[in-house]
Nanobody
Framework: QLVESGGATVRPGGSLTLSCSISGSTSNVDVIGWFRRAPGKEREGIASITTDGVTWYEDSMKGRFTISRTNAKNMVYLRMIRLNVEDTGVYYC???????????????WGQGTQVTVSS
């Protein structure tokens, strides 16, 4: 099971850290990815991370997003900085077996957490 938390309404230029709690059968999955769906847009990948801490970022997400994990706590995080209104959307974490941001390669998904960037 994957449960996201940390979504909030923030002002442009602000920062936010999202959390993904991993439990059950997904605890044994090697890769966790973060994705988002902006209003009226397709879901897009942000970053992914293996249990060894190896990361992969979508090119457009490099620089403002940082993925990390704490294996002992079965937690994966997404740190976001310099947020802008285009970052508004529902953010999801997902479990997969390949270090990628291709959403079709992920087989278990959380329910998502809402991030709204607004002045």
């Amino acid at each position: 099971q994957l449960v996201e938390s940390g979504g909030a309404t923030v002002r442009p230029g602000g920062s936010l850290t999202l959390s993904c709690s991993i439990s059950g059968s997904t605890s044994n999955v090697d890769v966790i990815g973060w994705f988002r769906r902006a209003p009226g847009k397709e879901r897009e990948g942000i970053a992914s991370i293996t249990t060894d801490g190896v990361t992969w970022y979508e090119d457009s997400m490099k620089g403002r997003f940082t993925i990390s994990r704490t294996n002992a706590k079965n937690m994966v995080y997404l740190r976001m900085i310099r947020l802008n209104v285009e970052d508004t959307g529902v953010y999801y974490c997902a479990a997969g077996d390949t270090l990628t941001t291709i959403s079709s390669l992920y087989h278990d998904w959380g329910q998502g957490t809402q991030v709204t960037v607004s002045s």
